[in-house]
């Protein structure tokens, strides 16, 4: 069983950047995708950054440009750098493996506003 702890969300200003952190500790981290989703209210939860193996990464078109994933399997977690913030980005952001584990974190709160 894996336990997601996701991180680094808060308020900010459009043209601001936040970096999520995902910590997905009991996880063979280094082995499949992993990627970060959002849930905006009123919406359906999407993927938005994929990275797997050989750090091979993908991303919407909404964030392509704007949005970093990464992952650091040294302490089984993965990253979202996000710059150049829209307040359409505004959502909680998850992270899960790619195709989805069957359970969620808490998620972490990304507001966009000024």
């Known amino acids: 069983q894996v336990q997601l702890v996701e991180s680094g969300g808060g308020l900010v200003q459009p043209g601001g950047s936040l970096r999520l952190s995902c910590a997905a500790a009991?996880?063979?981290?280094?082995?499949?995708?992993w990627g970060w989703y959002r849930q905006a209210p009123g919406k359906e939860r999407e993927l938005v950054a994929a990275?797997?193996?050989?750090?091979?990464?993908n991303y919407a078109d909404s964030v392509k440009g704007r949005f970093t994933i990464s992952r650091d399997n040294t302490k089984n977690t993965v990253y979202l750098q996000m710059n150049s913030l829209k307040p359409e980005d505004t959502a909680v952001y998850y992270c899960?493996?790619?195709?989805?584990?069957?359970?969620w974190g808490q998620g972490t709160q990304v507001t966009v506003s000024s």
């Open positions: 899960n493996r790619a195709p989805t584990l069957p359970y």
């Open positions: 009991g996880s063979i981290f280094s082995i499949g995708v």
């Open positions: 990275i797997a193996n050989r750090d091979i990464t």
